[in-house]
């Protein structure tokens, strides 16, 4: 399932591509997200809490991570398992920064695969629904970090 979304964020891209670079300061922005390690700069482990309708579900998993300085665009390959429902995810999400006006609009692209017992109950609309709070959780989290 392919799933775009963009916001924006009033700060130069410069501080934003900073901002993106500090993986604690992105799982603390990301809601359910808890980092639990960082082998390098480039590979994570943690967990992602979520809710789909009724059913709370813990992604344990990992996150590699591709930059591009020169573009401001940048990749994370994330993999996880919900252990209770043995539900599978995998996410593609390239990201983009751009600058408008005086502040930064990023553009994300996700492929997304869900496989298990959660595939089941999880329609395209939940999923859009889920991706569209978490995005908006995180781009206001990662606001007010950057305006203190």
Known sequence: MKIERQFFLAAPVGVVWDALKDSHLMAQCLPGAELETISDTDALRGQLKVRLGPIAA?????????????????????????????????????YRLATMNEGTQISIVCELALMGMLAQFARRNLIEKISAELIEGFSTNLEQRLNT
């Open 58 to 94: 813990v992604f344990h998993g990992t996150v590699a991570l591709t930059r591009n300085s020169a573009t401001y665009t940048g990749n994370m390959d994330a993999r996880g398992v919900d252990k209770r429902t043995n539900t599978r995810v995998r996410a593609d999400i390239g």
